[in-house]
């Protein structure tokens, strides 16, 4: 039985044949730049247009699984949250929207609940309409929302405040009802392998365009929350910092891995780690992104090393990090001598559910989440490679590996310093 109704089914169809707006780095800090009342506003038009959207490309996506996989208790209950999430903000309410929908060239017939912002004419996101190149119109009220605040106040109609507070509520509740969306898919992806002995290329395709996409939204959607609840701070826009320092975000990440390798393997001390970067080396980036990256790449040359050499080893050999800066890219080079991997297992380390981890998982969910508690994010679940690698790329740069079997690996973390890749979405 469904767990999508016939009515919410019908806007999953509808909404799914709308293409998908990808941002740029770009575009998102110029959304939360000078904000006030109005940006804020056209924000929030934008999310209330594009969620529901993503959410209905990924419901389409979970109902055309396998039978046996998409069957699943814990996929089908991700699928209703989704649906659930996708209604919610359909459905919201607190200000006053155009009754009806023009009519799309693209599709005549859709229903009246589409909201729209405009009275001439239709477009796919029509609150990005012109903005992040010049912005010169106030679109929903006459003002210019894209002049810098001088210390003028305008009388905001008191409708666009509660929108801008009830959305970001509404958000942040569907944030929290997601939480534990990636763990809970790979709970059953790992049973769906034990069933059937094998991942194949589809759920791979599948996984790689479903956590990218929920990357995405998590992004905008944490975004929007940070804009609209959270002061101003300096060299910050929203969760986005305008000003990372990649140093300091290399040795937090650091500091990390170090403790999770010292826990995973009752050292006193873990193998060293070298960096080489400028310290005032800045770009302009989502540190949770990087962080998430870099300490994955650690982690996995820490325990290589500590393997390769043995736990009773009286030195280890240093994990060693460049950073480099180029015109385009800002590139870290993480260097370790845990002895690589065969170019057998190259066709495979980016493969969900490939892991050289100690088998963490059980079939019983409480047990699960409360072992996963003490370890690092998804360990044993094999998705860490992978979804560092999404990290990377959802800005618009990338993550390779090079191995030399019997010696270590290089693993290359290329980050776009022009910041405007939009996002990767399918």
């Known amino acids: 039985m469904s767990v999508v109704g016939k009515s919410l089914q019908e806007k999953v169809n509808l909404l799914a044949q709308y293409p998908q707006t990808g941002l740029s780095l770009k ?17 929030g038009l934008f999310l209330r247009d594009e969620l529901p959207i993503r959410l209905a490309h990924r419901i389409q996506d979970l109902q055309n699984l396998p039978p046996l996989l998409g069957g699943m208790k814990r996929i089908s209950a991700v699928r209703a949250a989704y649906a659930r999430s996708m209604e919610e903000i359909i459905d919201l309410k607190g200000i006053e ?13 859709a229903p009246k609940w589409r909201a729209s912002f405009f009275h001439n004419f239709v477009q796919h996101n029509p609150s990005l309409l012109d903005t992040h190149l010049d912005s010169s119109r106030g679109r929903y009220f006459n003002i210019d929302f894209s002049k810098p605040c001088t ?9 666009l405040h509660k929108f801008n507070i009830s959305f970001s509520r509404l958000l942040d509740t569907i944030r929290t009802r997601h939480d534990n969306v990636a763990s809970e898919l790979a709970l059953d992806i790992q049973e769906y392998r034990r069933k059937t002995k094998q991942i194949d290329h589809s759920i791979q395709v599948f996984l790689d365009r479903f956590y990218m996409s929920r990357i995405g939204i998590r992004m905008l959607i944490g975004q929007y929350i940070a804009l609209v609840t959270e002061p101003p701070r300096e060299n910050r826009v929203g969760i986005i910092s305008t000003q990372a320092n990649i140093l300091r975000i290399i040795e937090d990440a650091t500091e990390s891995a170090k403790f999770i390798c010292r826990l995973s393997y009752c050292l006193f001390e873990a193998p060293p780690v070298e960096i080489i970067c400028d310290p005032s080396l800045h770009m302009m980036y989502a540190e949770s992104h990087l962080n998430h990256a870099i300490f994955e790449i650690l982690k996995n040359s820490l325990r290589a090393t500590v393997e390769y ?15 480099v800066k180029g015109e385009e890219d800002i590139t870290i080079r993480i260097s370790d001598r845990g002895g690589g991997f065969t170019r057998k297992d190259s066709s495979v380390v980016w493969s969900y559910m490939y892991t050289t981890a100690h088998e963490t998982l059980s079939d019983d969910y409480n047990d699960t989440m409360t072992a996963a508690s003490s370890l690092p994010p998804m360990a044993g679940f094999g ?7 999404l990290y990377t790329r959802y800005f618009g740069g990338d993550l390779k590996l090079v191995s030399m079997e019997g010696y270590g690996t290089d693993a290359y973390i290329q980050l776009n310093r022009l910041c405007e890749s939009a996002e990767p979405l399918q």
């Open 383 to 389: 998705f860490g490679l992978p979804l560092a690698r």
């Open 27 to 43: 575009q998102l800090v110029y959304f939360g730049q000078d904000r006030n009342p109005g940006r804020l506003f056209r924000s």
């Open 97 to 109: 929207l155009p009754k009806c929908l023009p009519k799309h060239k693209r599709y005549p017939k």
């Open 151 to 159: 210390g003028e106040e305008y009388e905001w109609p008191e409708s």
């Open 309 to 323: 050499y043995g736990v009773d080893a009286d030195s280890y050999p240093p994990v060693k990090v460049l950073v």
